[in-house]
């Protein structure tokens, strides 16, 4: 059975900057499309980012373009998510998640693996 971990989160300022990581173990993400999900209080579940298993695009909702950034280090099985700029409404608990093959965000009802969460709280 394959587990992703995030890791990364905390509490920084407006403006501030964060990096998440999530790291699977028992299986590789060779091949599987890797995508960030985040839940404020009291709101759905959105995508943020993914980052394609079959050729590496990317894609990003458009409340984070020009400040996230998702990459992927296939050798030490993790994706990260570089977050720069960030505001108050970007507070959540963040999450990642796997799907073989190609995915987009759209479809949060196909990626099967999920991390516990980890949260960021933006705030002065």
């Known amino acids: 059975q394959g587990q992703l971990v995030e890791s990364g989160g905390g509490l920084v300022q407006p403006g501030g900057s964060l990096t998440l990581s999530c790291t699977a173990s028992?299986?590789?993400?060779?091949?599987?499309?890797i995508g960030w999900f985040r839940q404020a209080p009291g709101k759905e579940r959105e995508g943020v980012s993914y980052?394609?298993?079959?050729?590496?695009?990317?894609g990003y909702v458009d409340s984070v373009k020009g400040r996230f950034t998702i990459s992927r280090d296939n050798a030490k099985n993790t994706a990260y998510l570089q977050m720069n700029s960030l505001k108050p409404e970007d507070t959540a608990v963040y999450y990642c998640?796997?799907?073989?093959?190609?995915?987009?965000?759209?479809?949060?009802?196909?990626?099967?693996?999920w991390g516990q969460g980890t949260q960021v709280t933006v705030s002065s």
């Open positions: 998640a796997t799907v073989f093959g190609y995915v987009g965000l759209s479809r949060q009802d196909l990626y099967d693996t």
């Open positions: 028992g299986y590789s993400l060779d091949y599987y499309t």
């Open positions: 980052i394609s298993g079959v050729d590496r695009s990317t």
